[in-house]
């Protein structure tokens, strides 16, 4: 009972902060388009001067097309880096074309190195140029550096900017270091330790730093179980790191592990945040859109796992056109079969999206997978029996035939034990041969509860009602 | 051709990495049952001491439970407060029964007040009296205190320790303040500025006051873009804004905008990471599921949906039951009947899925709604072209008649503007009523598609075959 009383508040706290959410951007919209519909400059700052550039690159998602332009071209010189940052990289490579050079230039020129990659990395070759060419030399050799690391690996995450100290400081002296320094960056959370040849020893929270008397060594404050990435591996492995050992900052290292970079918090949940996107979106198929993409966009997106759908779909017509004989007799089987193929569809799709998030998560692994599968199949006997018993009592009640219902009991606890089965099979041998199992299991799951639930109702139906 | 090739190689990545965890945890978990089976506890103590909170959780999540209960009893005193933490919460209250009383006191000792209140608030009342009765006084009414707040509230969220000074200090007073510090928190990267009655005014990260000298007034050092959480918010609007803004900390105000505690980036994570698993199973219809769940539990939370399932399916039977006359004389169509409405389930789940997903983002708004209505239904009547072609053709050259194929055709095009329709349509309606859209837009979805794919199909055919 408590359980549910809150659940139903959380709900209703959802649904009001929502509620606001929709009011304040319809008006702030409202005002913000009537603001550029009449050229009206000075109005247009002054309501956007108070948005963080996250939220105007929102909005820039939100209005179409050709408002869109006009807002830019309105806002000129005020526009940020930043919302270039914020903006879904399906528009940001219109709102580059659209800004004139010198606001680029000016825009990009306050963005960290990490910003930039991130940036530039997804644009077309002569988008990136114009972006490059107007950086400071330096600048531009930082960002080709990290660009050459392989897309998706921590050395294109990090920044380069990184806070060191040799091992053998004091707590006064990193204090006098940084305080000598002429910019430190603008998010950083640890001092990193170094021996003469760059590799890093440890690392120090400035909380720490603070809280110390200035003669402590900083080797006696080092955090416990401190971690290091190298440039290649993985933003996948960097962002289940932060979260399962719930790091705030960690430095990167190059083959000779000296310390080339710093990845925090705030890189790595953006990481987890984009891998859960693509997770959801693989799972129903709808690859890697967005809101903002235009109709063909939509269209070509979404093509190919309807065409892989067809190609399923027809498979099972091919089972039940093996039975039109009995079908032509028994027209109620018509009626009946896709209650079958839907049940099983449903639990083969319980049990895969359990499996997916568990693989994405890494709860699921050679150390209890065969628990696992073992569990889902007794799940899918468990819930066939229930509606086994469920659809024998509808087909008696709908069709009179005791038989037809005992046909549809056998066929429904057949079709979810192989669901089961299925759902938790497909994506853990996806995974083990390298295909990501969000992106294939749905089509091979759904055919073969489609495929066994056709074939094991209308084969049974076949057997015993004629 | 750039892009397929990185995917290839991020995918190559992925299971590589994953191939690495598989085989790491299957070693390190036999030697560690192996020493639970001998009963050797230092070999035991040995094997564990190097793993982290999170794993040792994970690893105590994958062994069966009988393997659980006896290492945890090896174990012994050395069972950290941190492992509960972590642990999910289907297993935790079952390892608390396990733990010996005195072991469960030690380890809740060491804990943060904020790790305490997440460890008790969905126990038992038993189990939490358990541990609370553990606790100091002074402890114990800082807990109490914190689950007097709204269940999924900042003040759940937020620890009550928060670093603060008034607003004319200077760097050289904080810093001195925070080395007379008995105790500073765990984690902290703001100082949060306070006017004399407590209401926060600003805060100054800690690389900021550690870069400035001594004499520079806290104020000239301010953070732009500060942002407070009532106790009351929900924990969805500050994981959102966390994640919006990029925020790494923020102060927590009671009702008269007094500090009463700071909210950190990785409870936010944390959040962020609950809602996406929510998100995700609710759209597959799994509740609330974890992999530690038994087979009992699991068959309870998957029947819901499956019974809601049954019902819808019965509602498109219905439907196929009116056409029993047409079909039994044209059994053709009881083959191709599915692949109309398989076609036009995923088309529908595909729109459901960017609709709810926006929506969790805050992506989908009254702002672009109607546009994004109008671009599923042209997305719908794209592909439901595309398809239906391909249907006409397959249709002719299977059963050899241009009828049928013309049928199929049309019903084709319906269902999938439909499905573009009920797809964004459903859950935008669920949500602005207050009805959580990932949890029962689903069904709704196939509902519709399943009954209109059915009908045009069927009803086509009865108008134009016969």
């Known amino acids: 009972m408590v359980e549910e009383d809150t659940q139903v508040e959380h709900e209703a706290d959802i649904e009001e902060d929502e509620e ?31 948005l963080h550039a996250a939220d105007i690159a929102d909005l820039l998602e939100q209005v179409n097309a050709f408002d869109r332009r006009r807002l830019i071209l309105l806002y000129g010189a005020e526009f940020d880096g930043e919302i270039l940052s914020e903006l879904d990289e399906g528009i940001r490579e219109e709102v580059i074309h659209v800004l004139r050079p010198e606001v680029l230039a000016e825009a990009v020129r306050e963005l960290d190195s990490d910003d930039v990659v991130d940036l530039v990395e997804d644009l077309e070759d002569d988008a990136q140029e114009a972006i490059l060419s107007t950086l400071e030399d330096a600048d531009r050799v930082a960002v080709e550096q990290s660009l050459s690391y392989p897309e998706f690996s921590a050395g294109r995450l990090m920044q380069r900017e990184v806070v060191m100290g040799p091992e053998h400081w004091t707590v006064g002296q990193a204090i006098d ?30 909380g720490k730093i603070l809280g110390a008397p200035r003669s402590q060594p900083l080797k006696e404050l080092l955090e416990p179980g401190f971690r290091t990435f190298h440039v290649e591996e993985s933003e996948s492995d960097v962002a289940y790191a932060f979260n399962q050992y719930h790091m705030i900052s960690a430095p990167v290292v190059d083959e000779d592990e000296r310390v080339v970079g710093v990845i925090t918090i705030d890189d790595a949940m953006n990481v987890l945040d984009e891998e859960h996107e693509e997770d959801i979106m693989r799972l129903a198929g709808v690859g890697e859109g967005s809101l903002a ?120 606890v057949i079709n979810l034990v192989v669901a089961g089965l299925a759902g938790i099979g497909i994506p853990v041998v996806l995974e083990r041969i390298g295909v990501d199992p969000a992106l294939a299991s749905g089509a091979f799951v759904t055919t073969v509860t489609d495929v066994v639930g056709f074939f094991a109702f209308l084969g049974l139906a076949g057997i015993i009602l004629l």
Chains 1, 2 share one sequence.
């Open 293 to 412: 993409d235009r109709v063909y966009e939509t269209v070509k997106q979404r093509i190919p796992w309807l065409g892989v759908n067809l190609v399923t779909a027809i498979l099972a017509s091919l089972v039940i056109a093996q039975f039109e004989d009995t079908i032509s007799q028994f027209v109620a089987l018509a009626v009946l079969m896709p209650i079958v193929a839907s049940m099983g569809g449903n639990a083969g799709t319980q049990a895969l999206t359990v499996a997916v998030r568990a693989i994405a998560t890494r709860d699921l692994t050679g150390a209890n997978v065969w628990r696992v599968i073992r569990r889902e199949v007794l799940v899918g006997l468990a819930n066939g029996i229930v509606f086994a018993i469920l659809m024998a009592i509808v087909g008696m009640v709908w069709f009179g035939s005791p038989a037809l219902g005992g046909v549809i009991a056998a066929a429904m």
């Open 177 to 206: 270091f940084m305080r000598g320094a002429e910019e430190l960056p603008e998010d950083f959370y640890h001092m990193v330790l170094i021996d003469p040849k760059m590799h890093p020893i440890g690392h120090v929270t400035l």
């Open 20 to 50: 606001d959410g929709y009011s304040l951007s319809s008006k702030q919209l409202t005002a913000i388009l009537y603001a550029v519909d009449t050229g009206d400059r000075d109005k247009l700052v002054e309501l956007m001067e108070p």
